[in-house]
């Protein structure tokens, strides 16, 4: 029963370059969510996902692209890394909208 | 009048005490206000949530009381161990929106 999975856990990325965060749930809950945190500013929602083929931005979308071909699984991508990147990525899913989030265990970024 | 408004930012209580934290909103439209529990190099973790039917709720040592009139709701911790050292956010959302709008987050230490 892992819950929500992310990988990798850590990475340091140059500016520019670009990389796939992934998250896959075993939990069969059509909501996810992809989040950044920043030190101090609380939690930033930057996708969401309804349903396998459904997706939407957040508060925070550009410099993002995300997909959901399947339920279990919802990659977040990051095209042409900048510093303002660097954060701690948290996925997150849930079986109705807002309710019970189950995170995952984040991956922090480091763009340099 | 999406923002949801913590404090403390940050907070320190001796062991055996009560930890306040307390949120405020300003969109009477928000119906569920839940709190998330995040330890070091995790992700968050539902703790307890309230809806503004009821004005408290308790769960163990935690307590949420909720205030509609005054648009502001609180996290108590009776007996505050050290465990419960953590930082601790409010959030809140309405049926209608898929967002949770989140607080800023408060970093809760408990001393021995």
């Known amino acids: 029963n892992a819950g929500v999975t992310q990988t990798p856990k850590f990475r340091i990325l140059k500016i520019g370059q670009s990389m796939t965060l992934q998250c896959t749930q075993d939990m069969n809950h059509n909501y996810m969510y992809w989040y950044r945190q920043d030190p101090g500013m609380g939690l930033k929602l930057i996708y969401y996902s309804v349903g396998a083929g459904i997706t939407d931005k957040g508060e925070v979308p550009n410099g993002y692209n995300v997909s959901r071909s399947t339920t279990e699984d919802f990659p977040l991508r990051l095209e042409l890394a900048a510093p303002s990147q660097t954060s701690v990525y948290f996925c997150a899913s849930s079986r109705t909208a807002n309710y019970g989030y189950t995170f995952g265990s984040g991956t922090r970024l480091t763009v340099v | 009048q999406q923002q949801v408004k913590q404090s403390p930012q940050s907070l320190i209580v001796q062991k055996g005490g009560i930890s306040i934290i307390n949120c405020a909103y300003e969109?009477?439209?928000?119906?569920?206000f839940p709190w998330y529990q995040q330890f070091p190099g995790k992700g968050p973790a539902l703790l307890i949530a309230?809806?503004?039917d009821v004005s408290e709720k308790k769960e163990g040592r935690f307590t949420i009381s909720f205030n509609k009139s005054a648009k502001q709701f609180s996290l108590h911790i009776m007996d505050s161990q050290p465990g419960d050292s953590a930082t601790y956010f409010c959030?809140?959302?309405?049926?209608?929106?898929?967002?949770?709008?989140w607080g800023a987050g408060t970093k809760l230490i408990i001393k021995p």
């Open positions: 959030a809140a959302s309405t049926d209608s929106n898929y967002q949770l709008i």
């Open positions: 969109n009477t439209a928000f119906d569920y």
């Open positions: 309230i809806r503004p």
